[in-house]
């Protein structure tokens, strides 16, 4: 079994708390949809979106070179990142250079892909987390199960725990108010001391050169108007062309997250301010790579809302974890396969190809299309096990030959019929295991045609 | 109107009776229906696991037994939906062309093509409709809970036109079952679970019958209530437009 | 060198020229963009008051808040417990109500515009325990579109569409308003 099915299998040997997390999930799906049936002009929206992101990704070189002119018109410094390591390395130097050793840190999954907090911790560099999320999995030493949520698989009672060990709440505590009051105390200090303060970019406008970054719970802003230094990481996908366009990604993006109709702070910077100091780090990290994929470059106007999440009936019964990846889920699953084939050559199967997820992404990512074609390269490139290289190899042969289908497809009524049940039933019958096989048939329909309507 | 009938692998081998409701049907609305001999699959086994070379002898073995129909009706959303957006691998032959814009699956033959809006049927019972994903999304046979658009759906439109159908609610109206081809072997454990859980939505608005478009769904989920000892029936849609109990 | 790296890869991996769309206008039938506002504000759990129910602004902030409030506010018509020009931003952690003008208003998220001039010091919306946008009522716009329409983003340094009091639910999906910014949101319609 693959390592997703593997894990998979794991998560859901709990089956209450599999119904837990994938009604936790499902709710959340829910709310998109209302949010998005409220508005008349929602798929109007989301095919525009989809065809400026389209556009965008054509003149990509030009736009992110006119956003660099435009930031540093506005006195930003602008750096650009080949990969992770230079990634890292860059955030390192600007923080050395402003002798930053405490940093305060808002969601950015960038920066998890590049792995920047355990690079900057080897250093002796504290990174605080600051979504609630985010700090809940940080003080937990694991990794977010999902990109908008990263505590979403967590139940109160281990929050509860967490935080009394961690924060000093009472011991056995769970009510959420009680402890998001504990950790907005925890957070305050933290704020109040960063010397530096790092962000995502949901948004990167060419025409202005400013970034934004949209929050609930305010932690980017009281992090970057605090510290006296911020900085900002982007891919370079995060480009739109001008200030217009927000108008159409806000409208999307926190309806298809969480069903609001808009994040609560949807903040827009363009300057440092008064005796601060202001960077942004572009980051490439195997996006050009992508955008040179034609089957694949749609992934990259991806604006992780993680709605495809919250639809995708797997990832709701089998978790984030069992990912493995940065992004998990539908659009991790499209993404992953291109950074590492041979790790990821599971990903792409653990889908129904049910679609779901191409009709509630705001950008009409071609996800399911995408998955199926993963596919079809993974078995090219030699990563199917062989078992299931061959057998399909056997199947290709057989229902391609008239005769042979016949012959196998009145074995096999004839074998499940008469085959004693434990040995239908045997180990190997992964079908079996759970379900009943489908009932034998005398006859094939074939058979009942050649009976029942004799030719002309 | 030359009209073939193809009747997917399984359906040939393990419910005949879906092939046979489907033929009964076409033939009481007044079609001529020819069933091309030697018909075998349309190749989405192998291409769904990432087989289409393997795939591709059986799409041009489809190809040839399908050539020179003005339509080829099929009671699978899923074959349909192969045929038209999967063989563009193949070279694109008029046949194919043609092939790739005329595989249509029985509910848009039905509606679509022959204008039906009334049928001599009965089926009095509880019945609760799983909207099969490839036909739903893929072929838009409905218009999907996740996008705000007015369309008709074609399998309650369908279902209306029965006598005695009382169509049940749903909690989620059109969540995957779990089936997925190679995903119900590749990743039992969550196959079975969407399975189960989609069961437990009908159970729960007291389904007697759950239909579908795509007798692969109702394969499987007719496989888990059998192990369940549940009294719950699967029927293809054919099979209920072409009840005359 | 990596900019030069990332933009020939970019030159040479781009698509074809796909052109950019226009975007409608999205005209609505319905009630006025100022009756929407109020409904979408307070469902985000934002407290919306006219100005005229109160005799002036300093008489509707204490009645808001009625006990006693460290303010902070650089609008003249209310006494603010410091002089914004010379405090420190970090020192406005004490401030319990800080009250600002914001324009435009947005019906369809009861979001308020808050720029750096607004606020002077571009942490006191988020420092601040509450907060207050005093908002001129014809100045709401029906949406994200028009709004974007009537500001410029990079007219000042910075500016922030608030849209509620802080809030989060990364705990059990339990919401939980007040997070690690403003705990309340308070919008006075002039």
Not at chain 1, 422 to 429: A, I, S, T
Request: proline share 6%; aromatic share 6%.
């Amino acid at each position: 079994m693959n390592e997703h099915a593997t894990k998979a299998a794991a998560f859901i040997k709990d089956e209450a708390r599999t119904d837990w997390h994938d009604e936790s999930l499902w709710f959340v799906r829910s709310k998109r949809d209302k949010a998005a049936h409220s508005i008349p002009e929602w798929e109007q929206l989301r095919e525009l979106a989809s065809q400026i992101k389209d556009h965008t990704l054509a003149h990509l070189d030009e736009y992110l070179e006119a956003f660099e002119a435009k930031a540093q018109e506005n006195g930003v410094t602008v750096h650009w990142a080949a990969d992770a390591g230079e990634h890292n390395r860059i955030v390192y130097r600007i923080l050395s250079e402003h002798k930053a050793h405490r940093i305060v840190k808002s969601k950015s999954m960038l920066t998890e892909e590049c792995g920047l907090n355990e690079y900057l911790e080897e250093k002796d560099l504290e990174v605080i987390d600051t979504d609630l999320g985010e700090r809940i999995i940080q003080l937990r030493e694991e990794p977010p199960s999902h990109i908008v949520m990263p505590a979403i698989h967590l139940k109160k009672e281990e929050v509860g725990e967490l935080f009394h060990q961690k924060l000093q709440t009472e011991k056995g505590a769970t009510d959420p108010k009680y402890l998001t009051e504990a950790a907005r105390q925890h957070l305050r200090h933290s704020f109040l001391k960063a010397d530096a303060a790092i962000t995502g970019v949901n948004f990167a406008i060419a025409e202005t050169g400013g970034v934004v970054v949209c929050t609930n719970e305010g932690n980017a802003d009281m992090g970057t108007h605090l510290a006296p230094l911020q900085i900002h990481c982007m891919g370079i996908e995060k480009i739109l062309p001008k200030a217009e366009h927000l108008g159409v990604f806000t409208r999307l993006l926190a309806r298809s997250a969480t069903g609001q109709p808009s994040t609560i702070f949807t903040s827009h910077h363009h300057k440092a301010k008064k005796g601060g100091a202001m960077h942004i780090v572009i980051v490439d990290n195997g996006r050009t790579t992508q955008l040179g994929r034609p089957d694949f470059r749609n992934s990259l106007k991806c604006i992780r809302c993680g709605a495809c999440m919250n639809t995708c009936p797997i990832y709701r019964r089998s978790g984030g974890h069992s990912y493995d990846s940065t992004v998990p889920g539908p659009i991790g699953s499209i993404l992953t396969p291109g950074i590492d084939l041979k790790k990821y050559s599971g990903l792409p199967f653990a889908s129904t190809l049910c679609g779901s997820c191409s009709d509630v992404c705001p950008v009409k990512i071609d996800i399911h299309e995408q998955l199926y074609k993963w596919r079809q390269i993974i078995a090219e490139e030699g990563h199917l096990p062989a078992v299931k290289k061959q057998s399909m190899a056997i199947a290709g042969s057989v229902l391609s030959r008239p005769g042979w289908y016949k012959a196998a497809g009145k074995s096999a009524r004839w074998l499940t019929r008469w085959l004693p049940r434990p040995l239908v039933y045997n180990p190997l019958n992964t079908w079996g295991r759970d379900r009943e096989l489908p009932e034998s048939p005398k006859q094939s329909f074939q058979e009942w045609y050649h009976k029942n309507r004799p030719a002309s | 109107m030359k009209i073939a009938l193809f009747i997917p692998c399984y359906i040939d081998q393990f419910y005949p009776q879906v092939g046979v409701a489907t033929l009964e049907l076409l033939e009481r609305l007044g079609c001529t229906v020819e069933y091309p001999e030697g018909q075998t699959c349309c190749g989405q086994p192998m291409a769904n696991t990432g087989c289409e070379q393997d795939a591709i002898p059986t799409y041009k073995h489809y190809v040839n037994t399908f050539s020179g129909y003005d339509y080829v009706v099929t009671p699978s959303g899923s074959c349909a939906y192969h045929v038209r957006k999967h063989y563009d691998v193949i070279e694109q032959s008029p046949a194919v062309k043609q092939l790739r814009k005329r595989t249509l699956d029985l509910s848009e033959f039905l509606l679509d093509v022959l204008k039906v809006d009334e049928l001599k049927a009965r089926f009095p019972a509880k019945v609760g409709v799983h909207q099969s994903c490839h036909g739903l999304r893929g072929l838009r046979l409905g218009p999907g809970s996740e996008r705000n658009i007015e369309a008709p759906s074609a399998i309650h439109t369908l279902l209306n036109m029965v006598d005695g159908v009382e169509i049940a609610g749903l909690d989620r109206a059109d969540e995957c079952c779990g089936f997925g081809g190679t995903f119900a072997i590749n990743e039992p454990d969550i196959s079975v679970k969407m399975g189960k859980d989609r069961i437990a939505d009908h159970t729960r608005s007291g389904v007697e019958v759950i239909t579908a478009g795509d007798m692969s769904c109702l394969m499987h989920l007719e496989g888990i209530l059998r192990r369940q000892g549940s009294p719950v029936q699967v029927k293809h849609i054919a099979e209920i437009l072409n009840s005359q109990a | 060198m990596s900019k030069e790296k990332i933009l020939s890869g970019i030159k040479a991996a781009k698509p074809a020229d796909k052109p950019l769309p226009e975007i409608p206008a999205f005209v609505v039938e319905g009630p006025p963009a100022s009756e929407i506002f109020g409904s979408i504000a307070a469902q985000s759990g934002s407290r919306v008051v006219r100005a005229s129910d109160f005799e002036d602004l300093a008489t509707a902030v204490h009645t808001l808040f009625p006990y006693d409030i460290t303010i902070a506010t650089p609008l003249p018509s209310l006494k603010s417990a410091v002089n914004l020009q010379e405090v420190e931003p970090a020192d406005l952690k004490t401030i319990d109500v800080a009250v600002l003008p914001g324009q435009p208003g947005v019906a369809e998220n009861g979001a308020v515009w808050v720029t750096e001039q607004d606020c002077v010091h571009r942490v006191l919306p988020f420092i601040a325990q509450h907060l207050v946008l005093v908002l001129p009522e014809a100045r709401i716009v029906r949406n994200m579109h028009e709004a974007y329409q009537q500001i410029k983003i990079d007219e000042t340094g910075f500016g922030v569409f608030i849209a509620g009091p802080s809030k989060t639910a990364d705990i059990e999906q339990s919401l939980v308003i007040g997070a690690q910014g403003a705990r309340s949101l308070t919008i006075i319609l002039t």
